[in-house]
């Protein structure tokens, strides 16, 4: 079993929601009228696109890097991460007048690394996935003495990403089910806790490609256990949880109550409808909710459902191909 620590609870997340006040947006909850008449549901967005970063992750770098102490600032911040993450740790580190140092592995897309670059971070592409990234960032941890906030199995981290939770709630009390993108398990631990302390009773789904799903095969196998990473639409959810994680498993363990992996092919077809009936160009990771509806028929009818947008960082290329795919598929 991992090695599991105390996780964040409830009240925490409440500090959090005050300490984030001012730093970070709270984003709208806004009705999808298409995906209410697709599903026969009442659908809601629940738009992280509109973060300051454009994605989720600000949530938990803001929190977790303003809990540090003036040493820790004066050392630097380094992390690994998928994109998100970083982008979100190099603005709060720019904020903050604290020096980053983001490593990523060459399946990020290219859109995303520059996007880090421009807010001054300092940027270090090693290898083909996320765990030989996360290698040369904990390298400079022990040689140089930086602190490490990982993209998700970090206290703080899954606790600002809990806030989302909080912001669902207050605006739709009456929420039956909540699909989220699950990757590291930072967003559907954290939203876990929040969402379950409140009403047990709202069901939260974690959706995934279906290939390199870590967490899914982690939870699968009892602990956790790497896997092959693999490009895709959704890029945002790649990457392993680490073997010595020590909460998100756990936290997603606990909270999640149904995963489901999605084909390219879907997370396309989900992608080109953001565009085409919402008017929005979203990440994969943003839209695997509906497409795990639609690749799974899943009945959500008469109920009240939340989709949390989560990132709208996506190149026009990487669209174009999706489109390319989802009318193929047709």
């Not at 039956?176 to 559907?188: E, M, P, R």
């Not at 290939?211 to 945002?236: C, I, K, N, W």
């Not at 989900?270 to 009936?277: D, I, L």
């Amino acid at each position: 079993m991992p090695a599991t620590d105390v996780l964040p609870d409830l009240s925490r997340i409440y500090r959090a929601r005050q300490a984030l006040q001012g730093q970070v947006a709270r984003t709208p909850l806004i009705r999808s009228e298409a995906l209410s008449r697709r599903f026969a549901c009442e659908a809601w967005l629940k738009l992280e696109t509109l973060q300051p970063i454009g994605a989720f992750k600000l949530r938990g770098a803001t929190f977790a890097m303003s809990r540090l102490g003036p040493e820790q600032r004066q050392a630097g911040v380094v992390t690994c991460s998928t994109g998100n993450h970083g982008r979100a740790i190099a603005y709060a580190g720019q904020r903050l007048g604290i020096h980053t140092v983001i490593c990523m592995s060459r399946l990020v897309p290219a859109n995303k690394v520059e996007a880090i670059r421009a807010l001054g971070a300092e940027v270090r592409i090693i290898g083909n996935s996320q765990d030989e990234a996360e290698v040369e960032a904990l390298r400079l941890v022990e040689e140089q003495g930086m602190v490490y906030l990982p993209p998700f199995d970090h206290p703080d981290i899954i606790t600002g990403q809990g806030t989302i939770g909080l912001e669902i709630l207050e605006d739709l009390p009456t929420v039956d089910t909540v699909f989220a993108g699950l990757s590291g398990g930072g967003l559907v631990g954290g939203i876990g806790i929040a969402l379950k302390g409140i009403k047990p009773t709202v069901e939260l789904v974690g959706v995934t490609m279906d290939r390199g799903a870590a967490m899914v095969a982690s939870l699968e196998a009892g602990q956790p256990v790497q896997v092959t990473e693999y490009e895709s639409f959704a890029d945002s959810l790649g990457g392993g949880i680490g073997l010595h994680n020590r909460y998100s498993f756990e936290a997603v363990r606990r909270h999640m109550d149904r995963a489901y992996l999605v084909s390219e092919a879907a997370i396309a077809s989900a992608m080109v409808h953001f565009v085409e009936h919402e008017k929005m160009l979203v990440e994969g990771a943003a839209v695997v909710g509906v497409a795990a509806i639609e690749q799974h028929s899943l009945d959500v009818r008469g109920k009240q459902v939340v989709f949390v947008v989560s990132g709208h960082n996506v190149a026009l290329d990487t669209f174009d191909r999706a489109r390319a795919l989802a009318a193929a598929s047709r």
